[in-house]
């Protein structure tokens, strides 16, 4: 059950995906305590990183207990990411180098980086290359393709330009969640090349996971764990425990039941304490309160009134406010 990339050993194939505004170090450390053998960081675009300001150092924050940890960045410049490589302190606190080239977002495609370099298969392999002189393992995250498939090409240039493994998230770059992850592109990526390959889109469950271990190498994580980071404990129990694990769904597939799947909301909102604990240990005054309330909202969940509980939390307006909450709500659910 372990996986290699390049050098670095890893304990598990489970995964936790970066995501921009969600997978900060506070984040990351619920979802490493719960057993992912993997994190990210957000999404950084590469020229932010080059000018170190406070917002995107932030952004990159870790700690000693934060590893492995991938940087994931993006960009469409060459000599942003040749200057990237030169400047050894942007990169060497990381286990590894990730190469975003799956954000669909109209802000990242207009400067021809994210999901538009999809277009660009060697201008991937370009990038690859001068991430490889760091020494570190690098990885690439991709979809399908832009508009139209082209993953099995695009897959052969990043192996060729000597990347460690890949993540395929089974989407073009213009569809949208509603539609199902094509996960049998996942194992005819697999079959295309050596080098390990992570399947990614539409994982929530245990059954899921093992779906996607038995075409690939590795498997990761993204909406699944937001507000509900020990679903990587209940993977595991899944995959190590097999059939014997129970669930509350018999089929737990896919987006409508992704709410609740044998989650314990009296462990999560626990959860939901120390998110806010952490993050109060590691950004203090400057913590992000949109941010705050976005992920902190969707562990507010799985109990007789947590919607009403929900819209409570998001009115908060200050760090005072939302530690009465959580006193208030300890109280009211005993
Ligand atoms: C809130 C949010 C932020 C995301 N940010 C990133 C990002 O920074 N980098 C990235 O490669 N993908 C990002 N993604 C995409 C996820 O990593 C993942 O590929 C996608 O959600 C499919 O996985 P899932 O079905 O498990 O959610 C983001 C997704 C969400 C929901």
Excluded at 9 to 38: E, H, I, Q, S, Y
Excluded at 112 to 141: C, F, N
Excluded at 208 to 214: G, K, Q, T, V
Aim: hydrophobic share 40%.
């Amino acid at each position: 059950m372990n996986l290699k990339i390049g050098e670095l050993k890893l304990k598990n194939p489970l995964m936790l995906a970066p995501m921009v505004d969600v997978t900060d170090l506070p984040f990351r450390l619920l979802c490493r305590r719960a057993g992912a053998a993997m994190c990210y960081t957000e999404m950084v675009y590469v020229d932010a990183l080059l000018h170190e300001n406070a917002s995107t150092l932030r952004m990159v924050k870790t700690c000693a207990a934060d590893k492995p940890l991938g940087l994931q960045i993006t960009g469409n410049s060459i000599e942003e990411f040749e200057e990237f490589v030169s400047r050894r302190k942007l990169w060497e606190k990381f286990e590894l180098i990730d190469l975003n080239c799956g954000c669909p977002s109209t802000r990242i495609v207009g400067t021809k980086a994210g999901s538009y370099l999809l277009k660009e298969p060697e201008k991937i392999a370009m990038i690859i290359r001068i991430l490889k002189q760091t020494g570190k393992p690098v990885t690439a995250k991709i979809r399908l393709g832009y508009l139209k498939n082209n993953v099995l090409e695009i897959a052969r240039m990043i192996e060729g330009a000597g990347a460690d493994a890949l993540t395929v998230h089974a989407r073009l770059s213009n569809e949208p969640y509603a539609k199902k992850a094509d996960w049998d592109w996942i194992g005819r990526v697999k079959r295309e090349v050596g080098i390990p390959v992570i399947g990614n889109g539409d994982v929530f469950s245990g059954k899921d996971a093992e779906e996607i271990l038995n075409i690939c190498d590795g498997v990761m994580v993204a909406r699944g764990a937001i507000g509900d980071p020990l679903v990587f404990r209940r993977i595991l129990n899944y995959l190590t425990d097999g059939k014997k694990y129970v669930t509350n769904h018999p089929e737990p597939r896919g987006a409508s039941v992704r709410e609740n799947w044998g989650m314990d909301w009296k462990e999560n909102l626990k959860q939901f304490e120390e998110y806010l604990k952490l993050e109060k240990k590691y950004f203090g005054s400057n913590v992000d309160l949109g941010k705050i309330k976005y992920v902190g909202g969707k562990f507010l969940r799985g109990f007789t009134g947590a919607s009403k509980k929900r819209d409570g939390f998001m009115k908060l307006k200050n760090w005072g406010e939302i530690e009465k909450f959580v006193e208030d709500l300890r109280k009211s659910l005993g």
